[in-house]
Every structure is written in structure tokens, then in C-alpha cells.
């Protein structure tokens, strides 16, 4: 009896062990996202929809802020990636006349598009000494930027070139004010452990208080700024 009991449970646990396998599984965006960031691919999204909760328009900016071993910024740049919502007033009535009414977001409000959404992203430059980013706005605008980078010079080392970015802490909004939104700076050399790094908050303070900013020695800030749009 004692065998007999000893011999199915022998069978059972073997038919556990071959019911565990390892299948095929669909790739998901996500598990894309861990290949295309160890490629050199970033991407930050920005959702701008409750901007779009009234009739006020705003025009949007992408900043690009440089900052060499200081707090305040040695150099910057702006692209107009035009406005959060375009209207069939804001074409000449001879094209106003050519627009079908299928084409009308919104034909009550005479809305022909709206953007929601803004992206900045970095892809690979196939240099050490550049970054490539790109600014896109939904249904609006598109801007690239090669920044140059600064390479951490340590005797007896050959120069090094390693950026990292980080998202800023949520700061609110405010129209026509500039909001930081990505920190993208060098490493640092770490004399005592004899390592290249760029340890710290996760989130930059919006004021750039935060600790980590005081060791990069080289860094960008890249923020929006959304005006009201004037209505003629």
C-alpha cells in the first residue's frame, strides 16, 4: 500500500513538473522600451488636454536652457511649435470656403484641430561629443536640437562623455511663465571611489535646488512656455 501511495505521488509531482514551461509571449511596448533605452532612446510626454477645457488658445514654446557650473544659464535657445487649437478663423475666407465640414474637430466652435499632448524625446547621435533631442507637439510643430556635451577631463583618463536625464518635480502651471520639464546633465568623476557618477533625487526641484544639480558640471534644462494666444 505504502508503494502504491509512494508510486502516484511520484506521478503527480512528474505531471506538475511538465505542466511548467516557458511560452512565447506577444512583445509589449513596454518590453520594447528596455531595448530602445539601452540604445540611447528617451522619450517624456506631456498631457496639455485641460488646457483645452476653455476657449483661451495658448501658444507653445519648447526652451532649451544651457548651464555651465553655474545656476543661471550661460545660453538658450527657443522653437514655436504653434498653438494648442486651430481654428477656421484663422484661415483667409477663400480657404475657409475649401475646408468640408468632415474636417471640423468641432463645427459649433469652428475648431479644426487641437493639441493635446507635447513629447521630448532624445535618440542616438552616433557621437560622444552630441545629443540629438526632438520637441513635437500634437497636431502642431516639430523642432530638433543638437546639444554639444562637455567631456569630464580626469588626469590620465581619456575624456569621458555620459549624460543622464531626469524629469522636473511638478511645478504647476502658469501661462507665460517657463516650466522646466526635463534635466539632462554629465556625469561627475567621484575622486574618493575613483567611479564616474551622477547619484541623487529622482526629481529635480524646479528651482534647481536640488543637491544633485550643485556636482554636474555641465548641464540643459529643457521646459515649455504656453502663452495666451492674442485674438485678433
Known sequence: ????????????????????????????????????????????????????EDDTRYEVAVSVKEYDGGKEPVDDWTFHLGSTRVLLSDFSAETRAEIPDSMLLDKKRGIVRQSGRLVLGRYPSMTDSVARWVFSLENGGRGSMQLDLKAVQVPDKEPFYSYESRPFAKSGFEA???????????????????????????????????EIVGSVPHFYVMGVVLTPKKEE
Open 176 to 210: 507665460g511663465k517657463f516650466i522646466p520639464l526635463v534635466f539632462f546633465g554629465s556625469m561627475w568623476y567621484d575622486e574618493k571611489a575613483g567611479v564616474y557618477r551622477q547619484c541623487g533625487e529622482s526629481e529635480i526641484a524646479p528651482d534647481l535646488s536640488s
Open 1 to 52: 500500500m505504502k508503494r502504491l501511495l509512494f508510486l502516484v505521488g511520484t506521478l503527480c509531482m512528474a505531471a506538475a513538473v511538465d505542466a511548467q514551461e516557458i511560452t512565447p509571449a506577444d512583445v509589449t511596448f513596454d518590453d520594447m522600451r528596455v531595448v530602445l533605452e539601452s540604445a540611447g532612446f528617451e522619450t517624456y510626454a506631456y498631457d496639455l488636454s485641460s488646457l483645452l
